[in-house]
């Protein structure tokens, strides 16, 4: 089985796949009389295609420990699918970019508990894999009659070993 890095989790190496959600370095303002500090449009959640609508959930992910196989990948073709932790909790966040699923181009990055993620529509990834002792998520993502969730078993399953320092 071949082994797959990890490495931090940066607005510019996520790029391709989606967004990062996270405060620092976000637009923000004062609202709310100056009581309340918005920190703006941080992801682009793209969930009408189809007709659908935005569904809001709390997903609770079971702790995934050392090493992790990778053997399967997940697509949503007609919307994004956004994980923001609620209390801190990490998580390993495994990718393909979208179209055909290349194998080749997997890449793996470790969140540092106040950073989600925002999946673009069509970006394959693994199901959520909480850290530590797990946790839960706020879950954007699209709800309708569609079928939105494609999976697809890896010809060469990736092995995770180690997190980055």
Same mark, same amino acid.
Do not use: K
């Given at each position: 089985? *071949?082994? $797959?890095?990890?490495? #931090? @989790?940066?607005?510019?190496? +996520?790029? /391709?796949?989606?967004?990062?959600? %996270? &405060?620092?370095?976000?637009?923000?303002?004062?609202?709310?009389?100056?009581?309340?500090?918005?920190?703006?449009?941080?992801?682009?959640?793209?969930?009408?295609?189809?007709?659908?609508?935005?569904?809001?959930?709390?997903?609770?992910?079971?702790?995934?420990?050392?090493?992790?196989?990778? *053997?399967? $990948?997940?697509?949503? #073709? @007609?919307?994004?699918?956004? +994980?923001? /932790?609620?209390?801190?909790?990490? %998580? &390993?966040?495994?990718?393909?970019?979208?179209?055909?699923?290349?194998?080749?181009?997997?890449?793996?990055?470790?969140?540092?508990?106040?950073?989600?993620?925002?999946?673009?529509?069509?970006?394959?990834?693994?199901?959520?894999?909480?850290?530590?002792?797990?946790?839960?998520?706020?879950?954007?993502?699209?709800?309708?009659?569609?079928?939105?969730?494609?999976?697809?078993?890896?010809?060469?399953?990736?092995?995770?070993?180690?997190?980055?320092?």
């Amino acid at each position: 089985m *071949r082994e $797959l890095s990890v490495q #931090p @989790l940066t607005r510019a190496a +996520f790029a /391709p796949f989606g967004e990062v959600i %996270m &405060l620092e370095g976000a637009q923000h303002y004062p609202i709310n009389q100056g009581r309340t500090e918005r920190y703006h449009d941080l992801a682009r959640i793209q969930v009408s295609a189809g007709g659908g609508r935005p569904l809001l959930n709390v997903f609770r992910g079971l702790p995934s420990h050392l090493p992790v196989e990778v *053997r399967l $990948l997940e697509r949503h #073709p @007609l919307g994004s699918q956004c +994980f923001v /932790p609620l209390h801190g909790a990490r %998580m &390993l966040v495994v990718v393909a970019p979208p179209g055909e699923l290349d194998e080749s181009a997997l890449q793996a990055f470790l969140t540092t508990g106040d950073q989600g993620v925002n999946y673009a529509p069509g970006t394959w990834h693994h199901p959520l894999l909480a850290l530590d002792q797990g946790g839960d998520f706020l879950v954007v993502d699209r709800g309708g009659r569609s079928d939105n969730c494609e999976e697809r078993e890896l010809g060469s399953p990736r092995l995770i070993r180690a997190l980055p320092e």
